[in-house]
């Protein structure tokens, strides 16, 4: 089904935060959550605020809650089954949980490949790995924003254990070769960890046809509550020394989880998946949050198009990152003004009510080789299901004021 600009204007009415006067442009840092994900979260509290586990209905109540959970981001992830979906607090707790799980499984000199374009998240809790003797390996990131794919075949050898990639990037929108990286790890029988937390709200992702064995994302980022979720293959996390309580269940998916999660928040997040899935056809949930995330993706390409195309054509303006031309490619646009540092126009916009983020994002490192941050980052532009042909002009409109 495809989804039109007539949809994304029906999608708004089931946004509380945008019956306000502002134009939300910072997706790519989070989004603003429907109105269903808001009644799950606070059914929750209402109806079976209960821990797990208990010989009594509220608690059973709650278990089964989680188990749908499990199965309704299985279906969104394209993964086998519920067991290999794990919470936690964030993608960055979780994979911090996991590197240090992966990390007691390696002898020194072993190696990890993390890249210059990755969110520190998928960076630091790998670069820990250093105190215990691993040698971290970075593939290059080029000017044009993408990865140097020859560097990235050279350094995945024989020492390579984990290759720590992002599957898009949260500050240029590049999205990334995961089928080489896949080609690559399995060559030398190494891990493939994949940060999708940008990817996840803008493409259907098949973690099965990916052959990840481990990928990491984000309910804040695809219209849900702040919950981190791990996918493990089959088998994959149940090999892993990881920080457990005697007392903790250590099958998989329970195995990395630690103390009580946030029931409430991952049933407003099993909530913000059937509410995409709702904007799709199909006759299993699956089927219908493919269609659905296909219809948002080409909708949202369009309109960064529109808006790449725009933007460049301001006095001053340089977009960084690849171009349109790829269907491959989120819907995040990054600039750089002459004359005003990222945070001064994000500053002016914001006074506008066009909320823009600027800086690196976390994406430290990128917007080091890129040789941006002494002139304070970028100014980020996030597509939403919600962002409208209007946000884009109101947004073009302050930029002219500042070029
Ligand atoms: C690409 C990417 N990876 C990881 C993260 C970290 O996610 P979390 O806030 O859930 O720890 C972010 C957050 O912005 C991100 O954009």
Redesign the pocket.
Known sequence: MAFTADHSERCRRDFPALQRDLVFLDG???VQVPTTVIQAVADFYETCNVNTHGNFAPSREVDRRMQIARETLAAFLGAAGPECISFGQ????L?FALSAAIGRTLQEGDEVLITQL??E??RGPWLRLQERGAVIQEVKLKESGELDLADMAAKVTRRTKVFAI?A???ALGTVNDLALARRLTRAVDALLVV?A??YAPHFPIDVSAMDADFL?C?G??FYGP?V?VLYSKPGALDRLPTDRLSVQDPAAPYRIETGTLNHAAIDGMRAAVDYLASWGTGGTLRERIVDAMNGISAYEHRLAQVYHDEVRRLPGVRVWGPDFTSRVRAPTVSITLDGHTAGEAATALGALGVCVWDGN???ARAVDVLGLAARGGLLRTGISMYTTQRDIGRLLEGLETLA
């Open positions: 790519p840092g989070g964030n993608m960055t707790t994979n990755d969110h998240a998928n992002g898009s990037s949260n940060d937390v940008h990491l984000s804040y980022k702040h981190g994002f976390y994406a």
